[in-house]
């Protein structure tokens, strides 16, 4: 057994020595021995500063296939065929019908290729076409229209119509179907819509193109759409977009992560050939190892932020790319100066600017209201002279957006950045341990933090209960810090858990919201989250604490440059955190105690400074029997807040905090 886990196992604040003994080292571990009850304190007429109304945010990237197989609403995987421009991939063919790419018969420069139908033995008792198994499934649901669009010409005289349909994987049924006529020996867009009936919820569905009559047919940018959040064409998926809204983010930093920078620079988030038409939007490979078709493009960020009142974070791409090639800072790197400041003017611009009349045609009318720009992401390589780039992409934006607030993402020396991205995935038992780091951030002329990416990584696909346990004694720092950390992400946010096999639908283990094609759900950290980001109040209070129960953690060996360092020694780590807001248009309280004990934890509240506190609130609580306990696809909602009434509050009440916790205490205060 883990050996915080078992020391969790024992009586609380009672005396325990243990010499435990690991393959590493032998190390001396202490739960904290105290008997008196923990005390939270709270000195409501000491405002040490303002919770940042943009603290809680989202960040994701096309990884886990987060976009594509997720949120963006398309249904058919590789709709482009370039995938693979060797070989056909996620389509099949069907009734003896032969298919190929041809390179020869390209829709445009973008999609330079088409997939070729050779159907020459088609008829009416064999219909012969293409088939596709959309992302791990196609969703059908009852009464619900679905929009297809293809591009396609024919040869041979092919006169006759296709029909469309989505029919179950066995075949046996065909939920819904539709004719498309008119073909000729021309590219045409052809659009039409499926109508399913009263059918019951299924996946195990694939969409098909066929014919009954020989012919060779061409096919490019085969598009099918269920029923998007707000309708939106190209639009969203509704439960994503929900639990999203949830959360109520305040912010989207995007488009990545890895995603912006890519594995080589012509692999990097090129977000001119993201907008526009979708045919002609060319696609590119994500560092993820899988290809996005750019469906889902600026445009389609721009729709997000705007559909759940977002601002965006603005990531742009600074000269790197992952296998450390960079661009030198001077004029070569010009072009990607000018290429971030195009950007900016396409989300801020209005429609006397070039690209603010360009998102304009994209359907975004109204300019976005831009604050934060990041440089890059990540740029922590030495040799990349991240300074010197980031100085030049700094006075650029400076001269032009003067007000813009602009973030580097890691030191840098040359310019003074407005804010610093900070990354951490950690351990439960590390995030706890650096729960408190930003109590003790010079405030005086110290650069303000973006925790840009963040997450307590145990479990998976998606974190279990310990992990929304670290994520909560963390975000009491972020929060009580809010002052200094004024933007905050989880990452990532999504994770297709169809195919969690090596090479399936998972890149990244442990992530906020799982689904496969037809359902979604939470993670315990998602609730976690969701209880942070909506219960908080503008003003952060002064705490103070004693008694507060202790472990021992051994801190992880490192390596550095590919050699194991020696274990950092031991410390003493707190195993209660909380911190407190109070909104100062009502005076309500938000109280956040977070239990990562295995047993019941009685605490003392006392609360100075206040002239009167109601006697009764309203307590939200996130529990779990263990730390490993969690949501799945199967059982979407084993945990998930529950709120109760809380009687008896004063100025100095106790509370007791089940095993595994996080508890938000409401309650009004003048
Ligand atoms: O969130 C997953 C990856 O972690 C991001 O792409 C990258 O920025 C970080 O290393």
Redesign the pocket.
């Given at each position: 057994m883990h050996v915080i886990r078992m020391l969790r196992s024992l009586p609380s604040r009672q005396v325990v020595l243990l010499i435990a003994a690991t393959a590493f080292q032998t190390a001396s571990l202490f739960a904290q021995t105290n008997n008196e009850i923990p005390v939270l304190q709270i000195k409501a007429n000491q405002i040490t500063g303002w919770v940042s109304p943009t603290l809680y945010g989202l960040?994701t990237?096309e990884?886990n296939y987060s976009y594509e197989g997720g949120l963006y609403g398309e249904l058919i995987r590789n709709r482009t065929f370039k995938a693979n421009t060797n070989e056909v991939k996620y389509w099949s063919a069907t009734g003896g019908a032969e298919i190929s790419l041809d390179h020869g018969t390209p829709l445009n420069d973008a999609l330079n290729l088409s997939l070729k139908m050779d159907a020459s033995h088609a008829s009416k008792a064999s219909p012969a076409g293409i088939v596709n198994p959309g992302y791990w499934g196609i969703p059908v649901k009852p009464r619900a229209t679905y929009h297809v669009s293809f591009y396609a010409k024919a040869a041979n005289g092919f006169s006759d119509s296709l029909t469309v349909a989505i029919v179950s994987t066995n075949g046996r049924t065909t939920f819904a179907k539709a004719k498309v006529s008119g073909l000729t020996d021309e590219w045409k867009k052809f659009e039409t819509t499926l109508q399913t009936g009263r059918v019951s919820p299924s996946k195990d569905n694939q969409f098909t193109i066929t014919t009954t009559s020989p012919g060779t047919v061409w096919f490019q940018e085969v598009s099918l759409f269920p029923p998007t959040y707000k309708n939106r064409p190209n639009g969203r998926r509704p439960d994503l977009m929900a639990l999203l809204a949830g959360l109520q983010p305040k912010f989207l930093r995007f488009p990545?992560?890895?995603?912006l920078e890519g594995d080589h620079i012509n692999e990097r988030f090129d977000w001119k050939k993201t907008i526009g038409d979708q045919a002609a939007r060319p696609g590119h490979r994500s560092?993820w190892k899988y290809w996005s078709t750019d469906g889902f493009g600026l445009p389609e960020f721009l729709g997000w932020c705007e559909d759940l009142n977002m601002q965006p974070v603005l990531a742009v791409y600074a000269g790197y790319s992952l296998r450390h090639e960079y661009v030198k800072p001077g004029p070569n790197l010009q072009p990607y100066v000018q290429d971030a400041l195009d950007e900016i003017e396409y989300v801020t611009g209005d429609a006397s600017t070039k690209w603010g009349a360009q998102r304009i045609k994209d359907g975004h009318p109204k300019p976005l209201k831009l604050r934060y720009v990041e440089v890059g992401?990540?740029d922590w390589d030495t040799n990349s002279d991240y300074d010197g780039r980031f100085a030049q992409f700094y006075d650029a934006i400076k001269a032009r957006y003067p007000q813009l607030q602009i973030i580097a993402t890691t030191k840098v020396k040359s310019r003074t950045p407005d804010l610093l991205d900070e990354?951490y995935?950690r351990s439960e038992e590390e995030m706890e341990a650096h729960a408190l780091d930003y109590d003790s951030y010079p405030r005086t002329n110290h650069t303000k933090i973006f925790c840009g990416?963040w997450a307590t990584r145990v479990g998976s696909p998606t974190p279990n209960m310990a992990g929304a346990l670290g994520d909560s004694a963390w975000m009491t720092g972020l929060e009580r810090n809010s002052d200094l950390v004024l933007i905050s992400c989880y990452?990532?946010l999504f994770v297709n858990v169809s195919d969690l096999r090596p090479g399936g639908s998972m890149q990244?283990r442990t992530d906020l919201i799982g689904y496969d094609a037809l359902n979604s759900y939470g993670s315990p950290a998602y609730y976690a989250q969701k209880m942070f980001s909506t219960l908080h109040g503008d003003e952060i209070l002064a705490t103070d604490s004693q008694n507060i129960p202790t472990e021992m953690w051994q801190p992880p060996a490192r390596r550095r440059n590919g050699v194991e360092q020696p274990a950092p020694p031991p410390r003493q780590i707190r195993k209660i955190f909380f911190d407190a807001t109070r909104d100062s248009a009502s005076g309500t309280i938000f109280l956040k105690m977070v239990n990562t004990l295995g047993t019941p934890e009685t605490v003392k509240i006392e609360i100075s400074g206040a002239q009167s506190i109601a006697y009764t609130g309203i307590m939200t609580v996130l529990k779990a029997d263990k730390p490993d306990d969690t949501n799945s696809i199967q059982e979407p909602a084993k945990i998930r807040p529950a709120t109760e009434a809380a009687t008896s509050l004063s100025n100095d009440f106790t509370r007791t905090l089940p095993p595994y916790s996080v508890n938000i205490l409401e309650f009004k205060t003048r």
């Amino acid at each position: 057994m883990h050996v915080i886990r078992m020391l969790r196992s024992l009586p609380s604040r009672q005396v325990v020595l243990l010499i435990a003994a690991t393959a590493f080292q032998t190390a001396s571990l202490f739960a904290q021995t105290n008997n008196e009850i923990p005390v939270l304190q709270i000195k409501a007429n000491q405002i040490t500063g303002w919770v940042s109304p943009t603290l809680y945010g989202l960040m994701t990237e096309e990884i886990n296939y987060s976009y594509e197989g997720g949120l963006y609403g398309e249904l058919i995987r590789n709709r482009t065929f370039k995938a693979n421009t060797n070989e056909v991939k996620y389509w099949s063919a069907t009734g003896g019908a032969e298919i190929s790419l041809d390179h020869g018969t390209p829709l445009n420069d973008a999609l330079n290729l088409s997939l070729k139908m050779d159907a020459s033995h088609a008829s009416k008792a064999s219909p012969a076409g293409i088939v596709n198994p959309g992302y791990w499934g196609i969703p059908v649901k009852p009464r619900a229209t679905y929009h297809v669009s293809f591009y396609a010409k024919a040869a041979n005289g092919f006169s006759d119509s296709l029909t469309v349909a989505i029919v179950s994987t066995n075949g046996r049924t065909t939920f819904a179907k539709a004719k498309v006529s008119g073909l000729t020996d021309e590219w045409k867009k052809f659009e039409t819509t499926l109508q399913t009936g009263r059918v019951s919820p299924s996946k195990d569905n694939q969409f098909t193109i066929t014919t009954t009559s020989p012919g060779t047919v061409w096919f490019q940018e085969v598009s099918l759409f269920p029923p998007t959040y707000k309708n939106r064409p190209n639009g969203r998926r509704p439960d994503l977009m929900a639990l999203l809204a949830g959360l109520q983010p305040k912010f989207l930093r995007f488009p990545g992560g890895n995603y912006l920078e890519g594995d080589h620079i012509n692999e990097r988030f090129d977000w001119k050939k993201t907008i526009g038409d979708q045919a002609a939007r060319p696609g590119h490979r994500s560092p993820w190892k899988y290809w996005s078709t750019d469906g889902f493009g600026l445009p389609e960020f721009l729709g997000w932020c705007e559909d759940l009142n977002m601002q965006p974070v603005l990531a742009v791409y600074a000269g790197y790319s992952l296998r450390h090639e960079y661009v030198k800072p001077g004029p070569n790197l010009q072009p990607y100066v000018q290429d971030a400041l195009d950007e900016i003017e396409y989300v801020t611009g209005d429609a006397s600017t070039k690209w603010g009349a360009q998102r304009i045609k994209d359907g975004h009318p109204k300019p976005l209201k831009l604050r934060y720009v990041e440089v890059g992401n990540e740029d922590w390589d030495t040799n990349s002279d991240y300074d010197g780039r980031f100085a030049q992409f700094y006075d650029a934006i400076k001269a032009r957006y003067p007000q813009l607030q602009i973030i580097a993402t890691t030191k840098v020396k040359s310019r003074t950045p407005d804010l610093l991205d900070e990354h951490y995935y950690r351990s439960e038992e590390e995030m706890e341990a650096h729960a408190l780091d930003y109590d003790s951030y010079p405030r005086t002329n110290h650069t303000k933090i973006f925790c840009g990416e963040w997450a307590t990584r145990v479990g998976s696909p998606t974190p279990n209960m310990a992990g929304a346990l670290g994520d909560s004694a963390w975000m009491t720092g972020l929060e009580r810090n809010s002052d200094l950390v004024l933007i905050s992400c989880y990452a990532p946010l999504f994770v297709n858990v169809s195919d969690l096999r090596p090479g399936g639908s998972m890149q990244w283990r442990t992530d906020l919201i799982g689904y496969d094609a037809l359902n979604s759900y939470g993670s315990p950290a998602y609730y976690a989250q969701k209880m942070f980001s909506t219960l908080h109040g503008d003003e952060i209070l002064a705490t103070d604490s004693q008694n507060i129960p202790t472990e021992m953690w051994q801190p992880p060996a490192r390596r550095r440059n590919g050699v194991e360092q020696p274990a950092p020694p031991p410390r003493q780590i707190r195993k209660i955190f909380f911190d407190a807001t109070r909104d100062s248009a009502s005076g309500t309280i938000f109280l956040k105690m977070v239990n990562t004990l295995g047993t019941p934890e009685t605490v003392k509240i006392e609360i100075s400074g206040a002239q009167s506190i109601a006697y009764t609130g309203i307590m939200t609580v996130l529990k779990a029997d263990k730390p490993d306990d969690t949501n799945s696809i199967q059982e979407p909602a084993k945990i998930r807040p529950a709120t109760e009434a809380a009687t008896s509050l004063s100025n100095d009440f106790t509370r007791t905090l089940p095993p595994y916790s996080v508890n938000i205490l409401e309650f009004k205060t003048r």
